[in-house]
């Protein structure tokens, strides 16, 4: 529960971060940060990947904590 109750405070966000180190800001990666406690660094399998889990997250948390959520450079539209 705990676990859980973290994610309404917690910080989704797009990294820079690249496979070649080399970024740019108009084009998209598969990669992104969770902010909990700590932060973690994660990898999807894809871009599209990566807006269907920020999408799930946001919708699960309005389904049951009903909180705030913090989700930075994300397209919504995409």
């Known amino acids: 529960l705990s676990r859980s109750r973290s994610i309404c405070t917690s910080l989704l966000k797009s990294s820079s971060r690249s496979r ?7 084009q998209d990666n598969p990669f992104f ?5 700590k932060v973690y660094s994660l990898e999807a399998y894809s871009c599209a990947s990566k807006y269907a889990f920020a999408r799930t997250v946001n919708k699960l948390n309005h389904a ?5 959520l913090q989700i930075v450079n994300f397209d919504s539209t995409y």
């Open 33 to 37: 940060d969770l902010h909990f406690k």
């Open 20 to 26: 070649t180190g080399i970024t740019s800001a108009c």
């Open 64 to 68: 049951y904590l009903k909180k705030d």
